[in-house]
């Protein structure tokens, strides 16, 4: 049931309850109250929203349904925190009788999960942390100091788009089995990871109830709160691929956890994120069987059974899987090495496609030294990742040639550190013409054109070349003889029609290439009219099936990381400066929705209340299948310590609320 009694404002609760126990807990106002009222961010002028309610579970056990739900574990005055939130609990605290927070353990290390829990510490609540999170929670500049977490992601891909940013007191750290008493009860910790490398769970037992506090494994009956952050690697067969082919990597274990918790038999699950479950069991059968069927859709056209057949034995055979086309020996107007396609003319000009390595530059030195090639005279871009980027800046050094991709794409080339992505290089590459989609142009006897191709990537670029017969569609890593490429969730890939590969696919019925190359395959190849039906079915079903795994109106907030980003992601800025921020939204929705963002100041940026580090609201209506950005502007303090500083975003979006969902860097 939940709580009816009015409660006193967070300041005088902070007030009343620092003065009888010396209880301090997290400042500022939670941010759907601010959304709600419209105010600024001072917390004087902000008229509060309802209260968040409480569920009592027995006598000395309830849940806060704040941003996230919180476990309140309490007797005599004093209470146990799972997990904090933003700290808006405290609202919830006064009206319980409670006092004293003296504990506050954490399923994991998201900031969502914890970013409220500064102040508690700072008023003597001790903090438990998962064993393998605990450098997480303690010494997150590490992490954030370290440029292999920000660029060239990809074989240790697990990222932490929510680290926290500023470090956290650590008194606690659990291992599987770890067994906490407070008051009446007993609290078992059991590892569940999943959602993130080292996550647990909290078997509660008190009144003689069992309730489960499983974090994020499970969102409700059937759901999760995201599908991205499963991305990990995984082995099979005698073959392992790395974080960043591992799409869904992660369920296995997700999975195996949740069955642990199942047969404990308790009588509730109480999410992170999501709906109390009072019948468990139900509710992870459910879920386990939709990862499944989401997974053997996924499996049926999926590039990875091309690259890594090993490891989808189990599929081979089952309804639905594409079968996986022969190759085409190339045009004799083609070479082929690394990653690079190189067109050559009759008159023996060469026209490159992506250069992965310095070594692709000395191999095209030696075909002009052996007359092989007569001159460079282009380069084109397919995508950004490094293994298609790494040799064009000493390229640029050695051949005087324009560049030339699409202007989505050479956004990306031109100013990478603004963006936050897989396998992306922090060095800035020359591009003299960014093309429109479908911009045509003549090079010696092939006709060239330029598309944007939202495959593989959100960013990328396919470009025709016609000669003849000859209809040669480069379509850079999008798409192999068994389906298409999409193992990396960081890589932007939308579901629906005219968006991500339906668009692709589309394109392609447009066209009717009579060759496909990928980067990394030696053969050409084609698919037939059959062959695209069948895979845009399965997108159609894979948009259906992904929707109802996650909470979310579309699919795609699941599947996306990104739908809210900071561009740039990356600046630099001197003390006492003003930067600007971006906070864009990308609407996946079919109706507009209501946006709001504020900056949250780290604590290097001074001391003082929450509500005096954060800049002021700003608010938009987000058109349907749209994104749009707003702006935030904030200064950056005179005695500001030289370093990486990273700002945490506030977001409330349609009827969710969350705290610092993302997060941009400034370099001072």
């Not at 240790?156 to 599987?176: E, I, K, N, Q, S």
């Not at 082929?336 to 095209?364: C, K, N, Y």
């Not at 330029?450 to 890593?477: C, I, N, W």
């Not at 200064?635 to 969902?661: C, E, K, N, S």
Request: hydrophobic share 40%; with cysteine.
């Amino acid at each position: 049931m939940g709580a009816k009694e009015a409660r006193p404002t967070r300041r005088r609760f902070l007030q009343t309850a620092a003065g009888a126990a010396g209880l301090a807990l997290a400042h500022g106002v939670p941010t759907a109250a601010v959304a709600a009222a419209g105010g600024d961010a001072s917390g004087e002028s902000i008229r509060r929203a309802p209260a968040a309610e409480v569920t009592k579970l027995s006598e000395h056990l309830a849940v806060y349904h704040g941003p996230i739900n919180v476990g309140i574990v309490h007797a005599a005055g004093k209470a146990l925190l799972i997990d904090c939130g933003d700290g808006s609990v405290a609202d919830a605290l006064p009206a319980m009788a409670i006092t004293k927070v003296e504990q506050v353990v954490f399923t994991h290390h998201h900031r969502d999960q914890a970013c409220g829990a500064h102040g508690m510490a700072a008023g003597g609540a001790k903090i438990g942390v998962p064993q393998s999170e605990r450098e997480l929670f303690a010494n997150p500049g590490s992490y954030w100091n370290d440029d292999r977490n920000l660029w060239r992601l990809y074989r240790d891909f697990r990222p932490h788009p929510l680290m926290l940013t500023d470090p956290l007191r650590v008194d606690d750290a659990y291992a599987d089995g770890h067994e906490i008493n407070f008051g009446p009860a007993k609290i078992r910790v059991l590892e569940t990871p999943g959602h993130t490398e080292g996550a647990v769970s909290y078997l509660v037992e008190v009144d003689g109830r069992r309730i489960v506090f499983c974090g994020d494994s499970i969102y409700d009956e059937g759901k999760i709160w995201d599908l991205y952050s499963l991305q990990k690697g995984f082995a099979k067969g005698g073959k392992r691929i790395g974080g960043y082919h591992g799409f869904m990597g992660d369920r296995w274990r997700l999975v195996e956890g949740l069955g642990r918790l199942k047969a404990l038999r308790p009588q509730m699950l109480v999410p992170s994120h999501g709906k109390l479950m009072p019948e468990p069991s139900k509710a992870i059968d459910t879920l386990a069987g939709r990862l499944e069927t989401c997974y053997e859709n996924y499996v049926a056209i999926s590039a990875l059974r091309h690259y890594f057949p090993e490891l989808f034995t189990d599929y081979v055979g089952r309804p639905g899987q594409m079968p996986i086309r022969p190759g085409i020996k190339p045009p004799d107007c083609l070479r082929h090495f690394g990653t690079t396609w190189m067109l050559v003319s009759q008159s023996g000009a060469a026209f490159v496609m992506d250069v992965g390595t310095p070594r692709i530059v000395t191999e095209i030195k030696n075909m002009l030294a052996q007359g092989e090639i007569k001159s460079v005279e282009g380069l084109w871009l397919t995508h950004y990742h490094f293994d298609h980027t790494d040799g064009i800046p000493q390229f640029q050094k050695e051949f005087d040639c324009p560049c030339i991709t699409d202007r989505r794409l050479a956004e990306v080339l031109i100013n990478p550190r603004a963006w936050r992505l897989p396998c992306l290089m922090a060095e800035p590459i020359r591009v003299h013409r960014p093309m429109a989609d479908g911009q045509s142009w003549q090079w010696r006897e092939f006709k060239l054109t330029s598309y944007y191709y939202p495959g593989q990537t959100l960013y990328h670029a396919a470009l025709l070349v016609e000669q003849g017969g000859l209809r040669m569609f480069f379509v850079g890593d999008s798409h192999t003889m068994s389906g298409i490429d999409d193992y990396c969730a960081y890589n932007r890939n939308f579901l629906g029609r005219n968006v991500g590969f339906q668009y692709c696919l589309s394109l392609i019925e447009k066209l009717q290439p009579t060759h496909l190359f990928n980067c990394h395959v030696n053969d050409a190849f084609t698919f037939t009219p059959e062959e695209i039906r069948c895979m845009r079915q399965n997108l159609d079903e894979r948009e259906t099936l992904f929707g109802q795994l996650v909470p979310w109106d579309h699919a795609n907030y699941g599947l996306d990381p990104s739908w809210v980003r900071c561009h740039p992601y990356t600046q630099e800025a001197e003390a006492g400066q003003r930067v600007t921020l971006r906070v864009v939204f990308t609407n996946h929705s079919a109706e507009p929705r209501q946006a709001a963002c504020r900056a949250v100041l780290p604590q290097a940026f001074g001391s003082g209340p929450q509500h005096d580090r954060t800049s002021d609201w700003v608010r938009a209506t987000v058109p349907a299948k749209t994104e749009q950005s707003l702006q935030l502007s904030l200064r950056m303090p005179d005695t500001v310590a030289p370093g990486r500083h990273v700002i945490p975003v506030d977001v409330t979006y349609g009827p969710w609320t969350l705290p610092q969902f993302t997060e941009a860097i400034v370099l001072v």
